[in-house]
């Protein structure tokens, strides 16, 4: 089968439009959360999710709808994560913990009540971005502009918060409402990602391409659209990679994002040696 | 008649249920050179972090440019040095001229920006990421980034620590010369009492609570603070002060 006829189906076109567009939401809220040392949010808020789809399930609803109803949930679980960690209390990762496990626990024991381990609930775990639907892409492309608006309208803001944050309040910014909005953007982008990459690797989209991004050592604005770059181009060759050599989607997206990662910094280790 | 700046009122702050800050008053008028000082721990950087909003006192009153805390909207008049970068990331991709950029505005002035690139002796780092830099070169870019929005008020929290002589001597010069020309309000913080004494005309010194406030003229005279410091330490004190002050 040739690439040309590949791209000529219709859900290989659906997947690729969904793939591109989540890929440029996690990328872009994948810089503030790593240069914030809150990579691991994209962990447990996937495992919270876990637990969100096993409760959507239970209740009976559509694995149609499952995104959708899986939302609030994983925004409330969210929002709980930025109350622990801004209380000082506890410790971001410790808070991260705590609700990354309840999620998981929640999942496997509503699953078990459901009548054992429900197939719907655990292709959730691998994702299959080959059967996003309507709703899904619409959801993103909204959740795409909202993302873009959040970092055109608060650029200044988001950056100084991502340089320091207590130099940002000094300069009168809003930090906690920026970080609500992070926090909540975030949550909507690991339920979206969840399905194309799975719950397992909802981490990986969101920490990957800017790790690869912050590697080349550019302006933040272009370490950004680097991010974005890489985040899209894996979706891109990964999508047509499985569909043309029979591997699943998630796991070849994310493998390409690993090799970026590797070829950037290899490139970076060996061409001061060269020069 | 000189507006006061700052006004605190019976302020309090707890940390972990520990009174870090116990009924501090005082004033700032516009034009005055403070030099607060203090042992480690003595809550001199939890007090200004409470009067620019970072930290939330227990109970009391902050005025800033004779407004409540709570309605100050003029931050571009305030510019701050923190004694070091909370959580700067080592990768953090943002260049020397997207940091001095914040101080200016949201659009930013490229003529300003390029202006304290050269005032502080940096325009030659202006692409390179602030992570690469020393701590001295991070500093100078940090108070081009404070000075950028020509500020009312330049508060200073440590910002010489680890800094060679010579470039300390010409961040204080820099803070004197906008607070005796431009009538910029100045206040410095630091554990070395002798660095106040040779630049500040004011002196808040703090432990918990103020210990002594007042102009360098009463501290030197005052046999409450020889018994405080001893003799000797209080007569290098004044000596420096003199020296500079002649």
């Known amino acids: ?275 | 008649m000189p507006v006061n700046i700052i006004r605190t009122e019976n302020l309090t702050f707890c940390y972990n249920g520990i009174e870090v800050l116990q009924d501090i008053s005082f004033n700032v008028r516009q034009g005055d050179y403070l030099g607060v000082a203090g042992p480690n721990g003595s809550g001199k950087s939890t007090l200004i972090k409470n009067i620019l909003g970072i930290l939330e006192p227990r109970q009391g009153n902050i005025y800033l440019f004779g407004q409540p805390l709570s309605a100050f909207r003029q931050w571009s008049k305030i510019g701050y040095l923190p004694q070091r970068l909370a959580s700067l990331h080592s990768h953090f991709p943002g260049t020397v001229r997207e940091i001095v950029q914040l101080g200016v505005d949201r659009k930013g002035d490229s003529r300003e920006i390029k202006r304290m690139l050269q005032l502080m002796d940096i325009e030659h780092l202006s692409s390179r990421l602030i992570g690469e830099l020393s701590y001295g070169e991070q500093q100078r870019a940090m108070l081009a980034r404070a000075l950028a929005s020509k500020p009312e008020l330049l508060i200073f929290d440590e910002p010489t620590t680890a800094l060679d002589p010579q470039t300390r001597e010409n961040f204080y010069s820099i803070a004197q010369e906008l607070n005796r020309q431009q009538g910029t309000t100045v206040i410095l913080i630091t554990h070395d009492t002798g660095v106040i004494g040779n630049y500040a005309r004011y002196l808040l010194y703090l432990d918990k609570k103020i210990v002594f406030s007042g102009t360098f003229e009463n501290f030197c005279s005052s046999p409450e603070m020889a018994g405080f410091f001893g003799p000797v330490s209080q007569h290098i004190i004044c000596h420096q002060h003199d020296r500079r002050n002649i």
């Open chain 1, 1 to 275: 089968m040739s690439l040309i006829e590949v791209l000529s189906f219709t859900f290989v076109q659906r997947a690729l439009l969904a793939g591109i567009l989540i890929a440029a939401i996690a990328a872009i809220l994948g810089i503030f959360l790593v240069l914030r040392r809150l990579s691991l949010i994209g962990d447990g808020l996937a495992h919270i999710t876990f637990g969100s789809v096993a409760v959507v399930l239970l209740a009976g609803i559509s694995p149609f709808y499952v995104t959708i109803s899986a939302l609030p949930l994983v925004m409330l679980a969210s929002l709980a994560i930025f109350k622990l960690t801004s209380s000082k209390k506890i410790h971001g990762d410790a808070a991260i913990g705590i609700l990354s496990s309840a999620g998981i626990a929640a999942g496997i024991v509503l699953a078990s009540l459901s009548g054992g381990y429900n197939v719907d609930l655990f292709s959730y775990l691998f994702g299959n971005i080959l059967t996003v639907n309507q709703t899904e892409i619409m959801l993103s492309l909204i959740i795409f502009a909202a993302v873009l608006c959040y970092v055109l309208f608060f650029y200044h803001d988001l950056f100084a918060v991502t340089f320091d944050e207590e130099l940002a309040r000094s300069m009168g910014i809003k930090t906690k409402k920026l970080n609500i909005l992070l926090f909540l953007l975030t949550a909507i982008a690991a339920v979206l990602t969840m399905k194309i990459a799975g719950i397992m690797m909802v981490s990986a989209m969101l920490i990957l391409p800017p790790l690869t991004a912050l590697q080349l050592s550019i302006s933040f604005r272009k370490t950004i659209i680097a991010s974005v770059i890489f985040s899209t181009l894996s979706v891109i060759f990964g999508i047509i990679a499985s569909f043309l050599l029979n591997l699943p989607a998630g796991g070849t997206i994310v493998i390409l994002n690993i090799l970026f990662l590797l070829i950037i910094f290899g490139v970076k280790k060996i061409l001061p040696a060269l020069r």
